[in-house]
């Protein structure tokens, strides 16, 4: 199995506060990615991340930021978190995101609850 | 834009009754296709993959081709068990770009 650790695994919430999700690597893959699970919608791509310091927005940025200062870590930030922002957040890492046919591998998920 | 549409579920089956999990795709250009597998509670595990038309992606008795001609590419097992039970993704990637996936299929098989 790929080497992805997503901290914390369950999370209950307040509307409004602040949370930070952390995916950490140990396959040196250059990408990686956040991804949000609904029912009904299947993954949607939040942000994405190319290299050290260089992220991009995906389908549903909207409410979140990301960081990566390391290549193993990669940080999903909730600033004021909201109900709608309840999910299922996956971390996932590739080695290459240009190739086309590399497999992204996935984390365990956090399940996040806001209230 | 590039979308995948997979056949709602859930699907239910008996032990040892043959699978078909239909999967077509929008996209321009030569995606490559891939299913993914969710087992409760965990992470999506990558299933098979194909990269050009005419492949045939394997695994675990799954099988999946790469249809150019009519933009699908649907998961088969012949007999299924009851650890199939999960929910399977249909996913393409196309380069330079991010997976986009269906919104998946759940599988429950029955002893």
């Known amino acids: 199995d790929a080497g992805i650790t997503q901290s914390p695994r369950h999370k209950v919430t307040e509307t409004g506060t602040p949370v930070t999700l952390r995916c950490h690597q140990t396959e040196n893959h250059r990408y990686m990615y956040w991804y949000r699970q609904d029912p009904g919608h299947g993954l949607r791509l939040i942000h994405y991340?190319?290299?050290?310091?260089?992220?991009d927005k995906g389908e549903v940025s909207d409410g979140y930021s990301v960081s990566r200062s390391k290549t193993e870590d990669f940080l999903l930030t909730l600033e004021s978190a909201t109900s709608s922002q309840t999910s299922v957040y996956f971390c996932a890492i590739s080695e290459s995101g240009t190739s086309g046919n590399q497999p992204q591998h996935f984390g365990d998920g956090t399940r996040l609850s806001i209230l | 834009g590039n979308s995948v549409t997979q056949m709602e579920g859930p699907v239910t089956l008996s032990e040892e009754a043959f699978l078909t999990i239909n999967c077509t795709y929008t996209a321009t250009g030569y995606p490559s296709l891939f299913w993914y597998v969710q087992y409760p509670g965990e992470g999506l595990q990558l299933l098979l993959k194909a990269t050009k038309a005419d492949d045939k992606g394997s695994n675990k008795g799954f099988e999946a081709t790469y249809r150019k001609e009519t933009t699908s590419f649907h998961l088969e097992k012949g007999s299924v068990q009851v650890s199939d039970s999960a929910v399977y993704f249909c996913a393409l990637n196309q380069a330079g770009t991010a997976l986009i996936f269906g919104k998946g299929t759940t599988l429950s098989v029955s002893s």
């Open positions: 991340s190319y290299g050290v310091k260089d992220t």
